[in-house]
């Protein structure tokens, strides 16, 4: 094995998959918070953490963004996790007995037509591999857990129903973040730059930073804006575009953001994964 790489939730859990997808000589860390995750990585405890940012059909995972700061850590790779969701219950269980599913509030409303259809009641959990894992110890036919088919694995749960989820593209995508950063040139699929900034309290800021994007042609796949520290005045914005910060029309961007803003941290540098095409 390589080393640890640690993820939020119990084995089982989305992110396990992530792990066991994109950093397979890895060992996963099983952490309960996203906050423990990233801090495993920092104190040493983990060389890797992957971290669930969005989903594509909830949208963003909520206080991610906010926590990447703090964090102390860059970004490293990406990783797009297609997500199965499955109806997984005790052994021998029947789907007509099933009378509520137990998952994560954020995968609920992926597979609520499926519920629907069946006369099934979600029941949140704070994790889906622990759901799996508490369904199998209930031992109820009655109960079952919305979960991967790792999860049905490592808990010896039957699958009583797979890939329920009500769209085919649900996709989660992850950051693998480390303690070192790493700006060399690698993958097959070209670079990606994700950064956060505070635009200086001038008239039209925010427009004249985003400017020198396009004028030097370069593709800005994200920006979102957020409060600091619970302020109505300070945004903060979070940025992901397409390019190095070496490319010639990348740094001139980034030269002229640098104008208009007050703060500027680059959090990473990294290949793009290939299912982002």
């Known amino acids: 094995m390589t080393g640890k790489i640690a993820f939020q939730g119990e084995l089982g859990a989305y992110g396990h998959q992530a792990c066991a997808d994109a950093r397979p000589d890895y060992t996963p860390l099983p952490c309960v918070t996203f906050h423990d995750t990233m801090a495993a990585v920092r104190e040493g405890r983990a060389d890797l953490g992957m971290v669930a940012v969005e989903n594509s059909i909830y949208g963003r995972v909520a206080d991610v963004h906010s926590l990447l700061p ?26 007509d007995q099933v009378r509520e599913a137990h998952g994560h509030v954020v995968i609920l409303p992926q597979c609520s037509k499926f519920l ?34 790792m999860a049905a694995q490592i808990y010896g749960l039957d699958v009583l129903a797979r890939h329920i989820e009500d769209r085919p593209d649900n996709t ?14 690698r993958g097959d699929h070209g670079m990606m730059t994700s950064f956060l900034f505070r635009v200086r309290n001038i008239p039209a800021a925010l427009y004249k930073a985003m400017g020198g994007f396009a004028t030097n042609s370069v593709n800005m796949v994200k920006l979102e804006s957020y409060m600091v520290d619970g302020s109505f005045t300070a945004t903060q914005f979070f940025a992901e575009i397409e390019g190095h910060p070496e490319d010639p029309n990348v740094a001139l961007a980034l030269e002229e953001l640098r104008y208009f803003t007050s703060y500027l941290r680059i959090l990473g540098t990294y290949p793009a994964d290939p299912l982002r095409r």
């Open 116 to 149: 629907h259809s069946h006369a099934i009641k979600g029941v949140i959990s704070s994790d889906n591999a622990r759901a799996a894992r508490e369904i199998a110890e209930r031992g109820d036919p009655a109960q079952a857990a919305l979960a991967s088919e």
């Open 70 to 95: 703090e964090s102390g850590l860059h970004i490293v790779d990406e990783a797009f996790v297609r997500v199965h969701v499955n109806l997984l219950g005790v052994k021998g269980a029947t789907l």
């Open 172 to 185: 989660t995508r992850f950051l693998i973040m480390a303690r070192a950063a790493d700006f060399t040139r």
